[in-house]
Nanobody, 124 residues
Framework: QVQLVESGGGLVQAGASLRLSCAASGRTFSLYGMGWFRQAPGLEREFVAAISRSGGSTYYADSVKGRFTISRDNVKNMVYLQMNSLKAEDTAVYYC?????????????????WGQGTQVTVSS
């Protein structure tokens, strides 16, 4: 069992940066690949980024490639999403998720555990 709690969301202007954090409970954190998803109002949840169990491999949606960076700290049981050059279209609720499958895992239904989400709003 893994419990996930996101933090770090907020309201920023276009061009600004935010770093989202995801705190994971449980001693098996390093056994899971981790991902970030987002869901904007009226839209389906979409893949943003994923990272392998060791942190050695990362994967990104084309829409965020070059602007967002996913990382993890297996000692602290943390996952991060550094978001730079934010755009209005990045506005969404961002979710952290854990998957027992080998990466890359792009489909949300293949993730086993989810956080409650954190709101990111980017004003233009």
């Amino acid at each position: 069992q893994v419990q996930l709690v996101e933090s770090g969301g907020g309201l920023v202007q276009a061009g600004a940066s935010l770093r989202l954090s995801c705190a994971a409970s449980g001693r098996t954190f390093s056994l899971y690949g981790m991902g970030w998803f987002r869901q904007a109002p009226g839209l389906e949840r979409e893949f943003v980024a994923a990272i392998s169990r060791s942190g050695g491999s990362t994967y990104y949606a084309d829409s965020v490639k070059g602007r967002f960076t996913i990382s993890r700290d297996n000692v602290k049981n943390m996952v991060y999403l550094q978001m730079n050059s934010l755009k209005a279209e990045d506005t969404a609720v961002y979710y952290c998720a854990a998957s027992g499958l080998p990466p890359p895992v792009y489909s949300d239904y293949k993730y086993d555990y989810w956080g409650q989400g954190t709101q990111v709003t980017v004003s233009s």
